[in-house]
Structure formats: structure tokens, C-alpha cells
């Protein structure tokens, strides 16, 4: 697999008409941040034994798990001895915001995910000073390993319905943990089953039997020295998933368990050791770390969809397949429209996102900077942004990834591609951290209070402030990108009223709130979703114009091209909304479509430009259709050469089963 | 797991209205043929070792293969043992219609499964009398296993493309097989592996250096002894996939490879023993075969959704999350309107795809049966409608089978639900067996030739006759399914003749047929798509009339209901559409949404029965979720404690890699 580059990727590069090299440096934030990038991936990269010799997809179930434990400690190590001492903490986030550097190691997730996203989060958000102190040097330093338990077998979404208790005994001035219930036991966090030794574990706090909410409790599950679980204490992982096979989820069950009274983290609310119970006087301070998670998310499908489109394109411009006219070659797949329609709406949805994702990074921290001061004015809106972005984020990148992968036909089927494995990994994130109709149903109430609000005359938060826009008849529509965030902040507003409207029918005919909210809630979600894409469009316009100033003319030109993109195409796809709420007309539909396809062909030649500014390295993508030497025949042959299933001509089955069956003798 | 049945599915039970046994007759063809179906699988399951303990998602690659062929071997046998010697040919292939049996014994099918569904078909469509009388004894007594070999490496869909070539030797009365290149490799076929020892082989056939076109040969691969390839051949697994992973999926190479000249299969094009080159009169002869595995596919997706929308909905009867009204417990999610948004579609849909595969297999029937008489009129119709609806039916089923999953939340996410293999499954069948977007364009290709007919007033076939009904202005539109019907009909002649007025534009531009054909596509495939879903639509309500005759009041007002909700649906979701090419009015939308909440309320009582009724057996479900009894944590926490990892309290890699590293040691 030397330098040889596959003919027709070398000379899609050679079309694109902008510097590759500058929209790399853009997408990083920086050439700095870029270098910094590179740096770090090449360093660790380097590392010997990292990356598997047999892929992990022909291992047990067993093998997977102790063959990523095996590489998750040398990965660890490696990041410690990689990392740049001279880097700034904002340069080191800066240099992970795109990177996808462990996917290199594993495909299918690390089992110490969870002590970074999640365990250390917990402890910085909920512990007290002197907790904090404590623990987050043992999990900064990898001293004890741990997770974060919160959902159960019998419940999700709805965490006031938490079974597991933890009842304050002042005697001993200690908590017992207990599960009631087999619904109780906590299901699903990852490094449970077998790897985390502590957890901070969510339970229902009992004192002189009386609840006092749901409270965090840091639990060590099993001995450091030996790992075998503690007194009281049952843990198992849950089993085989769709993906993320190697994080090691586990569930874990309490039978009158006893800790300290200290093991409470007590930043948000304390228990004294007569049992007192102090609330902490802002209990919206927890929801900060969800809406961190969020963002978390919706970068993360950005980056995902990078890695997707990356592979299908390269793919497609690699195949050739039918023919278009006689006498000529079979063509490039990518030079079907219907290829181009599938698969370059991904690369302007990865940069939409991404912009989206920033963005609303910038406003977690001007939120949380508020918050600090006491000041929560812009949390309702942060948060009802917060769970539509991730909601529709993640829908979106499911549905793209997966239209990508079939672009490829049956090699996208391929675990060698990675298509499957990486839709395993986005299609999770539609259920997990909030399940995407109940975030979108968050948003609708936002929404039909905010447009309450309007009616009224109040003022609206900035994001919402269009619901009390006068509108004075249809206006006339332009096939502007602006045009077309007027038109989707229309169907919004249309949407909500036709949701409010459906509301009061419902309780004019006798239905309680609840029942007439639940009948109405197929359009809330509709509604829901009609303001997260004007507010999706209008970022990511804005963003580009802001952020692009200083770049050149031809990059400036194909950047715009994706926002034009993205607008017509969403325009195309919710059409039914548009004609029904805004003054579209059929000509105007039928010259978008002309637009359209004139954009298609504009982006055509820049298409594999576009995704080698991704700047993924082969071992990132792991894919044998997205390698950037395009010998995807090739690396089809070697992958499947190391199945062990061919490491002999003749299977032991055969002599056991086949030969005799054949033969008439089984 | 006794008896004991979940109180909820009790009480969703006691709410059916009608009779659920009466319903599986129905879908079963009669009484007859759900007893034949249920005595088959009571029989065959009944077999000792034939399910497994440990689930094969814990084993490695290989062990899944070697237990797969273990159980394949015991299955055909217990098959066979099983089989009503009194049943006639129709009896057996109407109790097999709706039956999922092997899925009960292979999540991810049996590496036995081409012989049924490509060898023997290959050797009956394409063998001559002679051949056809040995290799097909050979075959049905499973002395040999076979496989059908036509997809490369490089080569797909386009058939004319395929590199591997049989060139004649007359000299020595043979054919020469070969593989010019890596991409000529057949790759793909299922137990080409390291299951099959013969294999019909589609070949460039090639003269005294003349083409003679693509035909079939019938190669040896394996000694019938020893099982090692023979020399000159090339045999391996392809690797890992999303699904299949039983299948034993092959690629195989030649390198001058020879066999005799009675091994090309002479149906349809002899060579004799001078080289002369005789080709059949009917080419066309060789489409059956494809339509035959498109409506095999169609009915296989009915059957796979059946599947999915039990466990989905049984779940959601037991699942209980969040709070409606507060002091109320937690509700079944089921009660939620947006749940029943997802779920019921798919019960409809999975009636519809079922009653559409049935009228397609009669019109098949019809048009083979004219095709032996030399009458080959209406091929053109079925092979229009064979491609569309295996594109929209299995693109539907794969997006109505996800949301199903994620409608299960986490859980749905778990192997342990079956929901993920069973989407493996279906989504394979997006890919395979003509690529979708090519087989809408196929049907495009049709829809375009009928509305120039039409224009030029000459007849067209009947599921394209209303192309030429005269259309004055815009009808009136009606809320009706009838309406509906008439109203995707008038967005399909809207949308073809949007497309031929685009391809016409672009003519006129100077561009040359083929890529204004291309630059058109997206609304070519657009059109097709809306053909098809009126040709499913009034499909699905015609043969409801046609077959519900004689069904009680209760059952049949149901059966409506599902036609109504299926027209409602797909009018909403297809809005955009219907409001540029027919009358339909806001009133009309704000009405049909209406009438589409009230469906939901009263399919919500029926839902359990509706999925009852599909009897499935639990070991064909296959699901923790899905199971009659409704018992799902305990099969949950059951399954779980199934994975090799929770055998040990401690895995090994704690005291190799975890604990030194913790310590700071590694």
C-alpha cells in the first residue's frame, strides 16, 4: 500500500478550485490549532501495539473488551506523554474540538469514555470544595477509575422516577444504598460492568422518611486492590449493543448498601450529621452540565458527519459503476446527481453543525458566567435551545450517515468501511442524554410559552424574538437564503399558532392540560422543529459571515455555496410547511430546483477538496473506502484477508457437520 | 419465566374489539395455513440444540460461522422431518409465506440460505433439460451446496460491466475462467465462502476472441471429498458486515481455471462442440428470475416490519415513563401520541407492503405464464413495478423499522431486543438486488415512455393508465382515501412532467440526452417515487375490499381504519407535493390532521391485538422486548447474565493492565 494514489482522486484534486490547506485551517480555528492537531495525532499515533493488527469486529464479545482495556491504558499514557507541556488549557480544547484522534484506536469507543465526559464532569459540578479537592486529584491522575449511574432499568428520561434510595441513618451517620426493585438497578453507564472501581450514583435521598430529591452520592464499587465488588454491591455489563461494545456498560444493583455521610456531594444541597437537610438555594445550577453535554453532542455529530461524508465521497469518486452514455467508461459514481444529491448535503450539514455547535458554546459560557452571578434570565432559552440542537442534530446526522453509507452500496455494508459502526455510535446519541421526542416536546412548551408571551406583548428572548414579529399578510417570498429564514421563521410561528389553536380545541371539548397537550404534541414536535431549523439556517449564515472575513476570495465563494445549499435544500425537503405558511410560489419552487441543480454542479468539482479539509488520517476514518490513496479494491482484499475464518482453506465444520450432511449421514 | 403475563398486556388484551385469531387467519391465507404454519414451527422447534444458549452476539467471527453451520445442517433436517408429506406445493408455499422460522435459529440467516433462494433458482431458470435433471437432484438432496456468483469486487448493478471471463477452447471442448484483475473477483455471494462446493458463475463468455455476452456456468469449487478448493480457484471469506454475518459471505477469483463445456447452463444460449455460438430466441426470459427475488424481497419486508412493530409496541405497552398528570403514576408509553405516531404506521404499512407483494406474485404469475406462450406485452409493466416497489417498500421499512427502535429508547439499542440485527437485515435489502436509486430511475425510465404515449394518444398499461386521463384544471379536492388516491396520482403526472419538461430544458441548452437525463434525475426519481405510492395506495385498499368480504364487522372496520391512517399518513408527510399538483386547501390539512389524532384514538385500544395477531412466536421474535408475556426486565437482566464477561467477578485485564496502570506502574 505505498504512495501510489488512485488516478481519478488525483485528479479531483487537481479540479478544486480553493487552497485545501486554508479551509483546514479555518475549520481548526487556526493554523496554530491545526499544528497543535497534527502534532498530538502523529505522537500518539506513533505508538506501538495501538492499533489492532486483527479488527476487532472477528474477537468475541470477551476478547473486545479486554483487548480495549488492554489498548485504553496504553492510549492514556500515550496522550500524557504527548501532550505539548507549553499549550494553554484553551489550546488544548481548542486542538480536541475536531478531533477524532481515539476513534483511531477504537472503533467502537474507549471503557474509559465516561471518566472524562462524565465522572470528572460530576465531580467538579456537584462536589464541595473540599470533596472536589479530593477526588479529582484520584481521577485526574487515573488513581481509581469511575462513572456516572443515573438511569435504571425501568427509567430514562424522567429521573424523578428513580427507584434506587439512599436512606440517612443519623446513628451511624451513614447513607444505605438500596435497590428496591429489579426496575431499580442502575442500567447502561459505561465502564460499570467490569473497569470503574467508584461512581457517583444518582439516588432518591430519604431522611426521617422524608424524600428530599434526587442527590449524587460517590460511591466506590469495588476494592482497589482486589476489584472484587464490595459487601451489598451487584455489578454485570448489560450485554451486547448495537455499538459502543467495547465501553463496557454495566448495571449495578444495591442490597442495603452503607457509605459515609461524606460520600453525599454536597455543592447543591447538604445533609448535616443530625440528619439536617439543606437545599441549596439554586438548584438550576445542575442543569449547566447537561446543557454542557449537549453541546458536547451536537460538535460531536459535526465531527461525525465530517468522517462520514469523507469516506462516501472518496468512495464515489474511486468507483465507477453503469454506464451514462455508449462508447464511454463506466463513470465516477460521483458524477450522478443523484449521488450528488445524497451525499453534498452532508458536508454542508457537518459545517452547519459545527457552526452551530460553536455557537451555542459561546452562549453556554455567557450563560454560565451569569449564572455564577446569580443571574438566570437566559437559562430557559439556553436550555431550549440546548435540547432542540441535539434533538435535530442528532437526527439529522443519523439520517445523512446512513443515506451516505448506502451511497456506497454493498461495500458501505462492509464493517471494513466503518459506515455501520460510525451510524452505531450517531444513532445512539438520538436516545441517549434526553430521547429526542421528549427534548423536542422541552422546546414546544418554550416555544407556546414564548408565543404566549408575544401575544401579550411581552418581550421574547433573542432566539424567539421573531414570534412577535407583525406580520401583515403573507409577505412576499425571495429565493434568498435570507428569504428562506424569513420563510422557515414563518412555518415556525405558523406551526406554534396551529399547535396552540389545536391546544384550545382539545380543552374547549372538555380535555384536561395534560390530555389536550398530549393530543397536540405530533405538531408541537412539528413546531418544535420548524423554529430549531430557522434557528440551524440563520447560525450557520451568520456564523460564515462573521468568521469568514479574512479568507480567500475562492474558499469565501465555495463556503457560501454550502449555506446556499443547505437553504435550498431544506427548503425542497419541508416544502409542504412553506407553501402552506408563507407566500411561495410554484415558480418559485420550480426555479429553487433549477438553483439546486446549478449548485450541485458548482460544488461537483470541489467535493473531494472539501473533504480532505476535513484533514482526517487514515487510521481516524479506519475505513477501506475513505483511505486518501483511494485504493479501496485493495484495502477490501487485505482487510478481508485478515478475517481468521481465511486463515485456513478448509473449516473444522466441514469434516464435522458439512461432510456428513452431504452425505446423507446427519 | 412461567406464566405470570405483564398486567398491562392483560388489560391492553381485554380492550380488543375484535377477534385476534380471526386476523392471523386472514393474514395467513385461511385457517388452513395458520395451522400448517403453526404444526411447521411447533415441530421445528421443538428440535434439541437447535436454539442457542449463549447468544451468538458474544461469540467471535469464526465461532458464529461454525455454529451456524452446526445448527443449519440440524435445521434442514428437522425441516425435513417436519414437512406434512399430505400437503400439496401450494399448501407448503402458502404456510412459508408469512413465516419467519429460521429466524428463530439464525438472528443473522443460514449460511445454507442462497441454495433455496439463488442455486436452485439459477439451475431451473437457466439449466437445460438435461442439466436441469442432474444438478437439481444434486442439489435438492443437499449432496452438494451451491451458490449463485454475479456481483465483483468492482462491478455491481450493471451487468455488462462484470470482468470475469469464460473464454471457449475448442480444441479441448472447454471453458477458460478467469479474473483478469483484482476487481473482477466475485464478491458478495453468501456461503461462497468456505460452505459452498459449486457455484453457477456469471461470465463473460467469449469466442474465438468474440463476446457472446454474460452467461452462466456451473464450476466445481471444491473437492466433494477433501472440501479444498480446487487448483485455479480462489476462495475466502469477504469479512465483517452490518448483518449477514451467518451467511458466509465469499469472494472468489479464477486463474485459468477449466472446466467442461456441459457446464455452461444452456437454457437460454448454447455453445457447441466447434465453438458455434447459439443464443435463445426470449432474452428476455431471464427477467423473471430477478422479479421473482424483488417480490420474494417485498413480502420478506412486510414480514420483517410485522416483526418489528410487535416488539416495539408490545414494549411500549409495558414500558412506563415520565409523568402526564401529576399524583397519576408513570404512563405506558404507548399513551403517548407522538409513540402512536411512529408505531401504528408501521402496523399499516406492514398490511399494505403484504397485500402489494400478494397482487404483484399474481400479476408475476400472470406475466410468466404469458411469457411461455411467447407474449411478452406486459413485461415491461411488471419489471416497472417490480423496481419500484422493492426500492420504496424496502427504503420504508428500513426508516419505519429504525424509528420503531429508537421508539424503544435505550433498550431498543440493546442485541438483546433483536431490533438492530433485524434492521441489518432489512437495510442489506436497500443495496442488494439493484441498487434503489437505479431501480427508481429504471421505473422513471418506464413512467417517462408511458407519458409521451400518452401524449401521443396511444394505450398504456393498466397501472399507468391514469397518465392519460385528461386532467381539466385542478379537481376538487376530497378528504377520502379515494381522493388521496386520485391526488398522489395527479402529483405523479405532475412530477413526471416536471421532470420531462427539465430534461427538455436542458436539451435545449445543448446538452446530449444522457445528461439531461442525469441532471434531471432528482426529480426523476421523485416522480417515481410518487407513482409508486399510488400504485401502493390503491393497491392496498382495493385488495382490502377485495379479500375482507366475508370477515366480521368488528375485524373489517379495523382493517379500514389501517387503510384510512396509511392514506392520512402519507398525505401529511407528502404535503409539498399535493399542495402543487392537486386542489387539496388548508382547511383540507387542518382537517386531515384531525382526522389523523382521531385514528390514532382509535387504533390505540386495538394496537396489542393488531400485533397479537401476527403470531409471532417468541423464539421468532427473538426480543427481551418483545416477548408475549411482556416480562421484559426480567428477560432483560436474564440476557445479560447470558455474556461470557459476567461468568467472573473479575476479568483478567484488571490484574494486567488496570491495576499496575491505576498505580501509576504502566
Not at 440517612?168 to 428496591?180: A, G, N, R, V, W
Not at 389553536?501 to 372538555?510: E, F, L, Q, T
Request: proline fraction near 3%; include cysteine; charged fraction near 25%.
Amino acid at each position: 500500500m505505498a504512495a501510489k494514489i488512485n488516478e481519478d482522486l488525483l485528479k479531483e484534486r487537481k479540479k478544486c478550485v480553493f487552497d485545501v490547506q486554508e479551509l483546514t485551517y479555518y475549520l481548526d480555528g487556526g493554523v496554530q490549532a491545526t499544528e497543535n492537531r497534527r502534532k498530538l495525532e502523529d505522537r500518539v499515533l506513533s505508538t506501538k501495539g495501538l492499533l489492532d493488527e486483527i479488527p476487532e469486529e472477528y474477537l468475541s464479545h470477551k476478547e473486545k473488551y479486554e483487548n480495549a482495556i488492554r489498548k485504553a491504558v496504553m492510549f492514556y499514557r500515550a496522550m500524557q506523554k504527548a501532550a505539548d507541556p507549553n499549550l494553554s488549557e484553551q489550546d488544548k480544547a481548542t486542538a480536541a474540538y475536531r478531533s477524532l484522534l481515539s476513534s483511531a484506536v477504537f472503533k467502537d469507543n474507549s471503557p474509559f469514555a465516561l471518566q472524562l465526559a462524565m465522572f470528572i464532569p460530576a465531580i467538579v459540578g456537584q462536589a464541595d470544595e473540599e470533596q472536589r479537592k479530593y477526588w479529582l486529584k484520584r481521577a485526574s491522575n487515573f488513581e481509581i477509575i469511575g462513572t456516572y449511574a443515573q438511569t435504571e432499568l425501568g427509567h430514562g428520561t424522567f429521573i424523578r422516577g428513580l427507584e434506587t434510595t439512599a436512606t440517612y441513618d443519623p446513628k451511624t451517620e451513614e447513607f444505605i444504598l438500596h435497590s428496591p426493585t429489579l426496575t431499580a438497578y442502575k442500567w447502561w453507564p459505561g465502564s460499570l460492568a467490569h473497569t470503574a472501581n467508584y461512581c457517583v450514583v444518582m439516588a432518591h435521598l430519604y431522611i426521617n422518611g422524608k424524600s428530599c430529591g434526587i442527590q449524587p452520592f460517590m460511591v466506590q464499587l469495588r476494592d482497589e486492590d482486589t476489584h472484587l465488588p464490595l459487601p451489598g454491591i451487584k455489578l454485570g455489563e448489560i450485554g451486547a449493543k448495537l455499538g459502543f461494545n467495547t465501553v463496557n456498560n454495566g448495571f449495578l444493583g444495591f442490597e442495603q448498601h452503607r457509605i459515609k455521610r461524606d460520600r453525599m456531594l454536597m455543592k447543591n444541597a447538604q445533609v448535616l450529621k443530625d440528619g439536617t437537610f439543606k437545599r441549596s438555594l439554586n438548584s438550576k445550577l445542575t442543569y449547566g452540565t447537561m446543557v454542557y453535554v449537549r453541546v458536547m453532542i451536537v460538535n460531536g455529530m459535526a465531527n461525525q458527519l465530517a468522517r462520514v461524508a469523507t469516506i462516501a465521497i472518496r468512495y464515489s469518486a474511486v468507483r465507477r459503476q453503469s454506464q451514462l452514455k455508449p462508447d464511454e467508461p463506466e463513470p465516477q459514481i460521483l458524477d450522478y446527481v443523484t449521488q450528488q444529491h445524497k451525499l453534498f448535503i452532508a458536508i454542508a450539514s457537518s459545517h452547519a453543525i459545527s457552526l452551530n455547535a460553536k455557537w451555542l458554546w459561546s452562549l453556554y459560557n455567557r450563560v454560565t458566567k451569569d449564572l455564577e452571578k446569580g443571574n438566570t434570565d437566559d437559562l430557559p432559552e439556553l436550555h431550549a435551545l440546548a435540547c432542540c440542537l441535539k434533538a435535530v442534530t442528532t437526527s439529522d446526522t443519523a439520517t445523512m450517515s446512513e443515506r451516505c453509507r448506502t451511497s456506497c452500496g454493498g461495500h458501505g455494508y462492509m464493517l471494513s468501511s466503518n459506515l455501520p459502526q460510525i451510524y452505531g455510535l450517531i444513532t445512539a446519541a438520538c436516545t441517549y442524554e434526553g430521547e429526542n421526542t421528549v427534548l423536542m416536546l422541552q422546546t414546544a412548551r418554550s416555544l407556546v410559552k414564548a408565543y404566549e408571551q408575544a401575544q401579550s406583548g411581552k418581550p421574547l428572548s433573542p432566539t424567539m424574538a421573531y414570534l412577535s414579529e407583525k406580520s401583515t399578510g403573507k409577505q412576499k417570498w425571495t429565493n434568498t437564503v435570507d428569504g428562506i429564514i424569513q420563510g422557515f421563521r414563518k412555518v415556525a410561528v405558523g406551526k406554534i399558532s396551529a399547535a396552540v389553536a389545536c391546544i384550545k380545541k382539545y380543552r374547549s371539548k372538555g380535555f384536561c392540560p395534560e390530555d389536550a397537550w398530549n393530543k397536540s404534541s405530533v405538531q408541537l414536535v412539528a413546531a418544535s422543529e420548524a423554529h430549531c431549523r430557522a434557528v440551524i439556517l440563520s447560525t450557520y449564515k451568520s456564523e460564515v459571515e462573521r468568521t469568514t472575513s479574512t479568507l480567500s476570495e475562492p474558499l469565501r465563494r465555495v463556503l457560501y455555496q454550502l449555506v446556499e445549499l443547505y437553504a435550498v435544500y431544506w427548503t425542497l425537503e419541508k416544502l409542504g410547511d412553506l407553501l402552506l405558511y408563507t407566500s411561495i410560489s410554484e415558480g418559485d419552487v420550480l426555479q429553487l430546483r433549477d438553483i439546486y441543480e446549478e449548485l450541485l454542479e458548482k460544488i461537483r468539482p470541489n467535493a473531494v477538496g472539501l473533504v480532505d479539509a476535513f484533514d482526517f488520517r487514515d487510521e481516524i476514518l479506519n475505513s477501506t473506502l475513505g483511505a486518501y490513496d483511494g485504493r479501496v479494491y485493495e484495502r477490501l482484499m487485505a482487510e478481508a484477508l485478515k478475517s481468521p475464518l481465511n486463515a485456513e482453506p478448509v473449516n473444522q465444520s466441514f469434516h464435522k457437520y458439512l461432510k456428513p450432511f452431504m452425505q446423507g449421514k446427519l
